[in-house]
């Protein structure tokens, strides 16, 4: 039976945060932000190891202290310029067979909660594509001209918001990313080559920090957590 790997892409700078530490290591509810995701992702009975991608010159990781996670971690140390091309980089280095599926999630989405990381592996280890977390788009959509100014009100019948995991075979996944390399998520890599990705509901808790104000709302959600 093919196994299951997670890896998380955590080499960039968080420049949206305006941080001089890059936003994975702010310290968030007493530990890094990284921290409560790979948490989240070592108490999975279900995957085998975790590979964590770092930039090749990331002065932080080796000055914590990891072991209480376990021994499923594997820090990589090949980061790329955008997020793509460090899963990309990740996905070689780790050195999987094409069959075994991968978890990739973004080291700033602390939030995950077991359930939908379950919930995600139950709803697709028998699936031929893969999918992701996601969750409908509740608000009214607008779209704005330069001076955030109202042109017009979208659409949102059948939008939905992408999170992280992102689950996919892969021999699938490191093709997709080679031919389509300038993407946000993996997903839409895999949909370039012609594949419709499932989409499992998820929650708004699972969502990304991005802004400085994005902070207080992980923290009050891990603090209600523990
Ligand atoms: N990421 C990465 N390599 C990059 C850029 C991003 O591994 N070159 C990772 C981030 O560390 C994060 C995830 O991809 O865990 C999602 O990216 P995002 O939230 O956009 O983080 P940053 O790119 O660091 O933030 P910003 O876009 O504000 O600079
Ligand atoms: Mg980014």
Redesign the pocket.
């Known amino acids: 039976m093919s196994k299951i790997f997670a890896l998380?892409?955590?080499?960039?700078?968080?420049?949206?945060?305006g941080s001089e530490l890059?936003?994975?290591y702010m310290l968030l509810a007493g530990h890094p932000m990284?921290y409560h995701a790979l948490v989240t992702l070592c108490a999975s009975p279900e995957i085998d190891t975790v590979f964590v991608?770092?930039?090749p010159d990331d002065a932080y990781w080796l000055s914590y202290d990891w072991s209480p996670l376990g021994d499923k971690l594997q820090p990589l140390f090949c980061?790329?310029?955008?997020?793509a091309?460090?899963?990309l980089n990740g996905l070689i280095a780790a050195e999987l067979e094409r069959d075994d599926w991968l978890l990739v999630h973004?080291?700033?989405?602390p939030c995950l909660s077991h359930k939908q990381l379950a919930r995600l592996i139950e709803a697709l280890r028998d699936d031929d594509v893969g999918g992701i977390l996601a969750v409908p788009v509740a608000d009214t959509l607008k779209r704005a001209d330069a001076e955030c100014r109202i042109v017009q009100t979208e659409d949102r019948e059948g939008v939905w918001q992408a999170q992280?995991p992102q689950m996919f075979r892969t021999g699938l996944l490191l093709q997709a990313l080679q031919i389509a390399p300038n993407v946000?998520d993996d997903a839409s890599a895999v949909e370039s080559l012609g594949f419709h990705p499932k989409l499992v509901t998820s929650s708004s808790s699972n969502f990304?920090?991005?802004y400085p104000q994005d902070v207080e709302l992980a923290e009050l959600l891990l603090g209600v957590r523990k």
């Open positions: 998380v892409p955590a080499a960039g700078c968080g420049s949206r945060m890059p936003k994975q990284i991608v770092l930039s980061g790329g310029a955008t997020r091309e460090s899963v973004d080291a700033a989405r992280t946000t990304k920090v991005t």
